[in-house]
């Protein structure tokens, strides 16, 4: 029965709290927000899409270069990034020095001190 009571008492906190900062106007203005900003985005896209599909039917033969073009740095673009990035990652390693493993510096100590005289 307590229990019942506290979860109660803990609701009815909860509900005060979001209705003095309006928690839900708050969620559904970004929301809305989010929404509007999705659907600008989409809308130039489809407009992009439709126009690059006007371009393309006008002028068959630029497009197909165009595609061969396109396709060819595509595949460039992965064998780079497949092949190409193990060579600079050698050679960034190859110019770091791990700490420790570097020159050291003669240490003087009391001890070394004490036996060099």
Excluded: C
């Excluded at 599909?53 to 595509?74: D, T």
């Excluded at 050679?91 to 004490?114: C, E, F, L, P």
Aim: glycine share 6%; proline share 2%.
């Amino acid at each position: 029965m307590r229990l019942a009571e506290v979860t109660r008492d803990v609701a009815d906190q909860l509900n005060d709290v979001s209705e003095r900062y309006q928690v839900p106007q708050r969620l559904q203005m970004a929301r809305e927000t989010a929404r509007r900003g999705a659907q600008v985005a989409y809308d130039n896209a489809y407009r992009s899409a439709q126009h690059a599909y006007r371009v393309a039917m006008e002028h068959p033969r630029a497009s197909a270069a165009a595609g061969v073009i396109l396709a060819a740095a595509i595949v460039g673009g992965v064998l780079w990034y497949i092949f190409g990035g193990e060579r600079e990652q050698e050679q960034r390693r190859s110019r770091r020095v791990r700490a420790g493993t570097g020159r050291k510096r003669a240490r003087t100590t009391r001890s070394s001190r004490a036996a060099a005289q």
